[in-house]
C-alpha cells in the first residue's frame, strides 16, 4: 500500500506542477508563418519535466525558449495528403519555433516525412493526424531502420518536444489483414524517435501502429510521458508485434506514466540500451516488460546495461518481467524471426514493484529464445554446446512482485533457465508473492544459483514463452 500511496501522491504533485505551468505560460509573438484556420489560438503549455518517483541518472538538458509560431494547414477532408503543408510549417518554425496542429483539424500523411533534422522546435498535437493505407507506397519509401527489418515514420534532430493531446493514428487494420496473408511484408512503425538528442514525446494517443508504436533509436535523453497506446485488430487477424516501446541504440531514456493496450512487449529493451528507466506503467494484453531479445545476429554484441522498472501493472499478457536471449547456434523462431549465435551482456537490471494478473508467467528468464527443440534446451544437467548462449546475465534483481498467472504453465508461475551456470550470475528474486489460480507458486530453476532465489524452485520444465 505504501508504493500504492507513494504513485499517487507523485501524480498528484506532477498534475500541480503541470497547472501550475500553463498558468504562468506566456503566449509568444505570433509571426506570420503558415497558419490554419484557427479553430483554437491557444498553444498547449509545454508539459512540466516533472518525473518520479525515481529518476534518471544525469539530468536531461533543458529546452531553449521558442518565439515564433506556426499552425498547420490542412484540406480537412479526410483523404487528401496534408504532408506538404505539415513540411512547411516545420521548416518555417525549425530553430527556436512551436508548430501546432490545431484541435478539430484531421490531417493526412501520404508522404514519407524525412524529421530528423529538427532543431529547437515544439511540435504542438492537437488534431488527428492520420497515416494513409496505401501498403504499397509505405513498404517502398517508410525508412529502413538496421534492426529486424524494421522501417518507420521518423522524427529526430535536438532539443524536440512533441505534445498536445492530439492523436496519431497508423491505419493499422489494413496491415493486420496484409500480414495475415504475407509474414515478409514490411510493415512501419508509428512513431520513429530516430537520433533524437534530448527532448520529450508526451500527452498524446498513439493508436492502430502497424507494427511497433515506438521505435527509439540511437537517440539519448529523451524522455516519454502520459502516452495512451491502444489498437487491436477489429477482423479475425491479429495485430502482431505491436510493441509499446522498443529501444535500440539508445541510452538515457525514460518511459513513465503512460497506459498501453496492445499485443506484444508493453517495453522491450533491444541491443544497446543503456541507462533506462521505466516507471508507473499500466500493460494490458501484451508480452511483458522485456530485455531482449539479444543475441539475434552473429558477429554483433548486445548490451543491456542499468535498467531500472518500477510500478508496473501488467494485466492479460504472456509475462510480467522477461529476459530473452538467443541461443549459442541459428534458431528459427518463424519465417520472419531467426536469429542466435551473437554475444554480448545483461547487466545490472532491476524490475521492482510489478503487480500480475493472468500472466502466463510471472517472471521469466530464458536463454533458448527462437529454439523450437525445446528437448535440447531441456537437457539437464548436460548441455549441449551449440545450446549454451555466449550471452551472458549478471546482476539481475526481481522484488515485490504479486499477483497471479493464468494457469497456462500451472503448476509453474515462473521459468528461471540459463543455458549454462557459466553464463549466469547474481541474479536475485525475494518479495514474490504470485501463484497460479489454485494456488502453487513453483518456479523451474535450471543453471542458476538457487541459494539467491526466494522462490519455490523445482526442475519441472514446461518450456518458455515462444511469443
Not at 118 to 127: M, N, P, T, V, W
Not at 134 to 157: E, M, P
Not at 164 to 177: E, H, P
Amino acid at each position: 500500500m505504501r508504493f500504492k500511496a507513494l504513485e499517487l501522491l507523485l501524480l498528484a504533485q506532477s498534475a500541480s506542477i503541470i497547472a501550475s505551468s500553463a498558468l504562468c505560460a506566456r503566449e509568444p509573438t505570433v509571426e506570420p508563418t503558415i497558419q490554419a484556420k484557427r479553430l483554437s489560438q491557444r498553444l498547449s503549455p509545454r508539459p512540466s519535466w516533472f518525473i518520479g518517483a525515481y529518476h534518471p541518472s544525469r539530468p536531461y538538458p533543458s529546452s531553449l525558449e521558442r518565439n515564433k509560431e506556426c499552425y498547420v494547414k490542412s484540406h480537412n477532408d479526410g483523404k487528401t495528403d496534408d504532408s506538404p503543408y505539415i513540411l512547411q510549417a516545420i521548416h518555417a518554425c525549425d530553430h527556436g519555433g512551436h508548430v501546432v496542429f490545431p484541435k478539430g483539424i484531421h490531417y493526412i500523411i501520404g508522404t514519407a516525412l524525412n524529421l530528423t533534422f529538427l532543431s529547437h522546435i515544439d511540435i504542438d498535437i492537437q488534431g488527428y493526424i492520420q497515416f494513409t493505407n496505401d501498403t504499397d507506397y509505405w513498404q517502398a519509401s517508410a525508412f529502413k531502420q538496421i534492426f529486424q527489418n524494421v522501417t518507420t515514420f521518423q522524427l529526430g534532430g535536438e532539443d524536440v518536444n512533441v505534445y498536445g493531446g492530439g492523436t496519431l493514428d497508423g491505419n493499422g487494420q489494413v496491415w493486420y489483414d496484409l500480414y495475415a496473408q504475407d509474414i515478409y511484408i514490411l510493415r512501419p512503425v508509428l512513431f520513429g524517435t530516430i537520433g533524437l538528442k534530448s527532448g520529450s514525446i508526451s500527452n498524446l494517443n498513439l493508436i492502430y501502429s502497424p507494427q511497433y508504436y515506438n521505435f527509439v533509436a540511437n537517440s539519448s535523453d529523451v524522455l516519454f510521458s502520459n502516452i495512451a497506446i491502444s489498437g487491436f485488430s477489429k477482423s479475425s487477424n491479429t495485430a502482431k508485434n505491436t510493441d509499446g516501446w522498443d529501444t535500440y541504440r539508445s541510452d538515457g531514456i525514460t518511459i513513465q506514466n503512460s497506459t498501453i493496450n496492445n499485443g506484444d512487449d508493453c517495453v522491450s529493451f533491444k541491443p544497446n540500451s543503456t541507462n533506462m528507466l521505466v516507471q508507473n506503467l499500466q500493460c494490458n494484453g501484451s508480452h511483458g516488460i522485456s530485455v531482449g531479445s539479444l543475441g539475434q545476429y552473429v558477429g554483433e554484441t548486445d548490451l543491456v546495461e542499468n535498467v531500472y522498472v518500477y510500478n508496473v501493472s501488467m494485466s492479460n499478457a504472456s509475462d510480467g518481467a522477461r529476459i530473452k536471449v538467443w541461443p549459442g547456434s541459428p534458431a528459427e523462431l518463424s519465417g520472419d524471426l531467426q536469429g542466435g549465435g551473437g554475444t554480448g551482456a545483461v547487466r545490472n537490471v532491476t524490475y521492482d514493484t510489478m503487480s500480475v494478473e493472468n500472466v502466463a508467467y510471472g517472471i521469466e528468464v530464458t536463454q533458448c529464445y527462437g529454439q523450437k527443440n525445446i528437448t535440447l534446451c531441456n537437457q539437464f544437467p548436460v548441455r549441449s554446446p551449440l545450446i549454451v548462449s555466449t550471452l551472458t546475465i549478471t546482476d539481475v534483481v526481481f522484488k515485490n512482485f504479486h499477483g497471479t498467472t493464468d494457469g497456462s504453465y500451472s503448476p509453474l508461475v515462473g521459468n528461471l533457465v540459463c543455458s549454462s551456470p557459466n553464463v549466469c550470475a547474481n541474479i536475485t528474486a525475494s518479495g514474490i508473492e504470485i501463484v497460479s489460480p489454485t494456488g502453487t507458486n513453483l518456479f523451474t530453476c535450471l543453471d542458476i544459483d538457487e541459494a539467491m532465489l526466494a522462490v519455490n524452485c523445482t526442475t519441472l520444465n514446461k518450456g518458455y514463452n515462444k511469443l
